[in-house]
């Protein structure tokens, strides 16, 4: 017997909508709405020049022609004659990401946090802040929003080891009260390691739990790279145990031609359940906003097709907010009336 996904007597999906972030969709946000100072977002072929890198490298005779970051710096990090220099690499990184300042203008990441609920979850690879800046910024209107989940560290979160608790890195812990500590970043090594670190795995273990319930789980921008064989053997370890596997949908949202997108992410995919856009305002998620679990649930399992209700794209978060508002209320009221039954 098929499990049906976890729902609530009016019909709304509560199984999870788990969103998985790669550096795509950092890179598709600002393309959109450049960072506040115009700093641009690198990738692992042009993050040397763009960070700052060559005169460190230059010091130490490193050929960088050609290479792209992620061979460059696991070749460092095998020998340990480079210590200083790769501890010097992690802290140039961390200053350039952590100066990013997310456009004031509404972007792709306040659509994605106003399109899900406080059921769903997004987890992120990337080091930027955006991600957290438009959580806070989005929750000034509604506490009904996505968990956040960051599976290699990120600059916008700060840890407090003694009380396990994390915010915003300006904040302080609201047990101790003591300020946040800088996450540690996961850098691209042929084999990571995210058990040794208890943030880092205590992240790891919150998206195991989404994933073992998850109805739908939609890629975006993340591109599985090598380096990372060991983060998406986890997540598909999880994914072909959950009860939902078999009924629920993967959605991938990306860039690269379909053939190779399929190949990538095949083990992922059950009876051809995969839906595949090239842009977000496209997909799914957005044209289903705060309801994508339960839709798919009446269309695939009920036959009963939802209608189409995407996202509309504003100049202001007042106006996004303004039109999420309903959908937000509605919620609200539903779990109302269950409590009160």
């Known amino acids: 017997m098929i499990a049906l996904p976890a729902h609530q007597d009016n019909g709304l999906i509560i199984a999870p909508h788990v969103v998985i972030l790669g550096a795509g969709a950092s890179i598709a946000m600002t393309l959109l709405n450049s960072e506040i100072t115009k700093k641009k977002l690198p990738s692992m072929n042009n993050l040397v020049e763009l960070v700052g890198l060559t005169t460190l490298l230059d010091d130490y005779d490193i050929n960088y022609e050609d290479k792209n970051f992620e061979e460059l710096f696991s070749e460092l990090k095998k020998s340990s004659k480079y ?88 904040k302080k812990c609201g047990r101790c009260g003591k300020a946040f500590e800088a996450t540690p970043l996961l850098y691209p090594i ?48 999880i994914w072909r145990k959950s009860k939902s596997m078999q009924i629920g949908e993967f959605e991938i949202i990306d860039i690269q031609h379909e053939e190779k997108l399929l190949e ?33 649930f009446q269309a695939t399992m009920m036959l009963n097709p939802q209608e189409e209700n995407p996202i509309l794209k504003c100049t202001s978060l007042n106006e996004l907010y303004d039109w999420v508002k309903p959908l937000i209320d509605a919620e609200e009221n539903q779990e109302k009336s269950i409590i009160e039954k």
């Open 190 to 237: 042929g084999k990571k390691d995210y058990s040794s670190n208890p943030l880092i795995k205590s992240e790891w273990d919150r998206l195991r739990d989404y994933l073992s319930t998850a109805y739908f789980v939609t890629i975006y921008g993340y591109s599985a790279p090598v380096s990372d064989y060991e983060a998406k053997k986890l997540m598909l370890d």
């Open 264 to 296: 990538t992410w095949k083990d992922f995919i059950h009876n051809d359940h995969v839906i595949i856009s090239n842009n977000i305002f496209d997909s799914y998620l957005f044209n289903h906003p705060r309801r994508a679990t339960t839709d798919l």
């Open 83 to 170: 210590k200083i220099l790769t501890d010097k690499i992690e802290e140039r990184i961390y200053k350039y990401f952590s100066s990013m300042k997310l456009s004031p203008d509404v972007t792709i990441y306040d659509y994605l946090i106003m399109s899900l609920t406080k059921n769903d979850v997004i987890a992120t690879f990337n080091w930027d802040p955006f991600l957290i800046q438009a959580l806070s910024r989005c929750s000034k209107y509604t506490n009904n929003l996505p968990d956040l989940i960051f599976l290699h560290g990120n600059v916008g979160v700060g840890v407090c080891y003694e009380d396990t608790t994390v915010g915003h890195i300006d």
